[in-house]
């Protein structure tokens, strides 16, 4: 909730149930005394709830007509005091660098706005979702959060750097060798950030490009305190001493800051025990605690993704719009690529591969999501089938499963084709099962429909059933999950492609949440099914913003209809 104090501050107020989505919506820009109350306003907060937010504008009377509930759920929800915008002085420069390690609103001012830590999402934003992941912890808790290194495809051959997205999420700051501390506290703020980063350095800028450093860590990303990455061995350990619970995942999950050959390095001590569990073990014993987790001052450590991940399965409305973006994206790339396989004789899946990487990179997306599948005739029944180096053949299918990101999100999209732009009657039929199967599990994402992943899964098998019958396949118990559709209807989309791993695909769908619809059918060169279809893949994925009442399709201007992939391939 929001109240004003007497100086030249704005207080917000916020508890511990505020949805971000609501509060993505409001302005970054500080306040202005002469600005009207209006202009901090949308028009879909004047009358929220008292479960969200009301913000006032710096001196200005309320009016009880627009805020009727505000002294109500001021004094319901008197949770968390703490500013949120502040008179800035014009006359002093917010930043003196003028470049930075990764675009910033001064430096690209054509993707990127005031106030804004990453495209499209605000320094408010990061800040909330920082503030709820520590309000959800217990009393006496701390977060230790690692970026990613650097990484190698051999000798001094390095991968285009991919953030951890846990960390990403939380500061959006976007370099490697970065790591995150941040201890709950009593304060306004409620919590206090120090962000480990590499630190200005000429000679290496000139190899490698700009820094942000460690002045702009602070300025830029929020952070209270910023040291250079080497000092966190030796600051992490009395950073967390004080703290009973730390939430920590160990061991990392790829290689950052936090490892035994790190610490190894920085003490000269510590015994490397291996990997897995037992460098897990390591890291706890160097940082006092014992095997169970716990030691003898009753410390514990917890792990930290899970709770993370709770918090992006529900996405914002400035996460949606990138999502969105990165959908229509990739759906223009899908066309551009099925007009391409007609119009270029003895086409490649690599070709395709490389028309599909061009186009969304082209439209503005910084890379593919992820290793695409271009997998033309029978090669469409593995399902992760990457080599991407045949020859597509007239008269096959191409099944192609790939998508652009955009601003760090994934859109995840298959579409199935005829490679000579004509669909023979077998492909139609099958294809067109498999399409209607998809239509009806689509229609299934609503909160309202009170069901999980796993319940539209299992709609989908029974569905795909009733399809295969009417085309004539014979099916026993066993051949549609084990040969015929082996793999699950979908799964959470969002900063990774299969986002929020370690969240069950049981719990109920929720407004907010993206998901993915993509049944398939896979028919194998066996006596049991009709030969007609004997050989043939197909699978028809899409990305759905789950509604309240509705279903979202974020990828829909990607053609799937019969007779609007025939033309799209044609002209």
């Given at each position: 909730?929001?109240?004003?104090?007497?100086?030249?501050?704005?207080?917000?107020?916020?508890?511990?149930?505020?949805?971000?989505?609501?509060?993505?919506?409001?302005?970054?820009?500080?306040?202005?005394?002469?600005?009207?109350?209006?202009?901090?306003?949308?028009?879909?907060?004047?009358?929220?709830?008292?479960?969200?937010?009301?913000?006032?504008?710096?001196?200005?009377?309320?009016?009880?007509?627009?805020?009727?509930?505000?002294?109500?759920?001021?004094?319901?929800?008197?949770?968390?005091?703490?500013?949120?915008?502040?008179?800035?002085?014009?006359?002093?420069?917010?930043?003196?660098?003028?470049?930075?390690?990764?675009?910033?609103?001064?430096?690209?001012?054509?993707?990127?706005?005031?106030?804004?830590?990453?495209?499209?999402?605000?320094?408010?934003?990061?800040?909330?979702?920082?503030?709820?992941?520590?309000?959800?912890?217990?009393?006496?808790?701390?977060?230790?959060?690692?970026?990613?290194?650097?990484?190698?495809?051999?000798?001094?051959?390095?991968?285009?750097?991919?953030?951890?997205?846990?960390?990403?999420?939380?500061?959006?700051?976007?370099?490697?060798?970065?790591?995150?501390?941040m201890e709950k506290t009593d304060s306004g703020k409620g919590y206090k950030m120090a962000m480990f980063v590499p630190p200005r350095n000429?000679?290496?800028?000139?190899?490698?490009?700009?820094?942000?450093?460690?002045?702009?860590?602070?300025?830029?990303?929020?952070?209270?305190?910023?040291?250079?990455?080497?000092?966190?061995?030796?600051?992490?350990?009395?950073?967390?001493?004080?703290?009973?619970?730390?939430?920590?995942?160990?061991?990392?999950?790829?290689?950052?800051?936090?490892?035994?050959?790190?610490?190894?390095?920085?003490?000269?001590?510590?015994?490397?025990?291996?990997?897995?569990?037992?460098?897990?073990?390591?890291?706890?014993?160097?940082?006092?605690?014992?095997?169970?987790?716990?030691?003898?001052?009753?410390?514990?450590?917890?792990?930290?993704?899970?709770?993370?991940?709770?918090?992006?399965?529900?996405?914002?409305?400035?996460?949606?719009?990138?999502?969105?973006?990165?959908?229509?994206?990739?759906?223009?790339?899908?066309?551009?690529?099925?007009?391409?396989?007609?119009?270029?004789?003895?086409?490649?899946?690599?070709?395709?591969?490389?028309?599909?990487?061009?186009?969304?990179?082209?439209?503005?997306?910084?890379?593919?999501?992820?290793?695409?599948?271009?997998a033309g005739g029978s090669n469409a029944l593995s399902m992760h089938y990457v080599r991407n180096d045949m020859i597509l053949r007239d008269?096959?299918?191409?099944?192609?499963?790939?998508?652009?990101?955009?601003?760090?999100?994934?859109?995840?999209?298959?579409?199935?084709?005829?490679?000579?732009?004509?669909?023979?009657?077998?492909?139609?039929?099958?294809?067109?099962?498999?399409?209607?199967?998809?239509?009806?599990?689509?229609?299934?994402?609503?909160?309202?429909?009170?069901?999980?992943?796993?319940?539209?899964?299992?709609?989908?098998?029974?569905?795909?059933?009733?399809?295969?019958?009417?085309?004539?396949?014979?099916?026993?118990?066993?051949?549609?999950?084990?040969?015929?559709?082996?793999?699950?209807?979908?799964?959470?989309?969002?900063?990774?492609?299969?986002?929020?791993?370690?969240?069950?695909?049981?719990?109920?769908?929720?407004?907010?949440?993206?998901?993915?619809?993509?049944?398939?059918?896979?028919?194998?060169?066996?006596?049991?099914?009709?030969?007609?279809?004997?050989?043939?893949?197909?699978?028809?994925?899409?990305?759905?913003?789950?509604?309240?009442?509705?279903?979202?399709?974020?990828?829909?201007?990607?053609?799937?209809?019969?007779?609007?992939?025939?033309?799209?391939?044609?002209?």
């Open positions: 909730m929001a109240m004003v104090d007497g100086d030249d501050t704005v207080w917000l107020c916020l508890s511990s149930d505020v949805a971000i989505s609501d509060l993505s919506r409001l302005s970054a820009d500080p306040v202005s005394t002469s600005d009207p109350p209006t202009k901090f306003l949308q028009p879909s907060l004047v009358n929220m709830s008292m479960k969200t937010l009301a913000l006032v504008a710096h001196r200005f009377p309320l009016a009880p007509a627009i805020y009727p509930n505000l002294n109500r759920a001021t004094r319901a929800f008197p949770v968390l005091k703490r500013p949120l915008f502040q008179q800035t002085n014009p006359s002093k420069p917010i930043f003196k660098q003028e470049a930075f390690g990764q675009p910033t609103w001064k430096t690209h001012p054509n993707i990127m706005q005031k106030g804004e830590i990453t495209p499209g999402i605000s320094a408010m934003e990061y800040d909330l979702r920082r503030t709820k992941l520590l309000m959800s912890l217990p009393s006496d808790s701390v977060v230790v959060l690692p970026g990613y290194l650097t990484r190698y495809m051999s000798n001094r051959v390095f991968y285009p750097f991919h953030q951890h997205t846990d960390f990403f999420y939380l500061c959006g700051f976007n370099e490697p060798d970065a790591a995150l501390v000429a000679e290496a800028e000139m190899w490698d490009g700009p820094r942000t450093g460690l002045e702009a860590a602070k300025e830029l990303f929020g952070a209270d305190e910023a040291y250079e990455s080497s000092r966190f061995p030796h600051r992490l350990k009395d950073l967390v001493a004080p703290y009973k619970h730390v939430y920590v995942d160990l061991p990392p999950h790829s290689p950052s800051l936090l490892t035994p050959e790190t610490m190894q390095k920085t003490f000269g001590t510590m015994q490397h025990h291996g990997t897995g569990r037992d460098e897990g073990i390591g890291l706890r014993r160097w940082l006092g605690w014992l095997e169970n987790g716990e030691n003898d001052i009753k410390k514990t450590t917890k792990p930290l993704s899970p709770l993370v991940q709770e918090l992006r399965v529900v996405k914002s409305s400035a996460e949606i719009a990138q999502m969105r973006k990165a959908g229509e994206i990739s759906a223009k790339a899908f066309i551009q690529a099925m007009k391409y396989t007609k119009a270029t004789p003895n086409v490649s899946e690599h070709q395709l591969y490389a028309k599909l990487d061009y186009e969304c990179r082209v439209r503005g997306a910084q890379m593919l999501a992820y290793v695409p599948v271009v008269g096959d299918l191409v099944l192609v499963d790939c998508g652009g990101e955009f601003n760090g999100y994934a859109s995840d999209i298959t579409r199935t084709w005829p490679v000579n732009g004509k669909f023979t009657e077998p492909q139609r039929e099958l294809y067109q099962a498999v399409l209607n199967v998809q239509k009806k599990c689509i229609k299934l994402c609503t909160e309202k429909e009170g069901i999980s992943l796993h319940g539209i899964h299992d709609a989908s098998v029974r569905y795909m059933r009733q399809e295969l019958d009417q085309i004539n396949f014979k099916i026993v118990e066993g051949d549609l999950d084990r040969k015929l559709y082996p793999h699950h209807v979908g799964h959470y989309l969002g900063l990774d492609v299969h986002d929020c791993h370690d969240l069950d695909r049981s719990r109920r769908l929720r407004k907010g949440m993206v998901i993915t619809i993509e049944p398939g059918i896979y028919v194998p060169h066996d006596r049991a099914f009709p030969e007609k279809y004997r050989g043939i893949g197909i699978r028809i994925e899409d990305n759905v913003l789950v509604g309240e009442e509705d279903p979202v399709v974020l990828s829909a201007g990607t053609p799937k209809e019969v007779v609007d992939i025939e033309f799209c391939c044609n002209n």
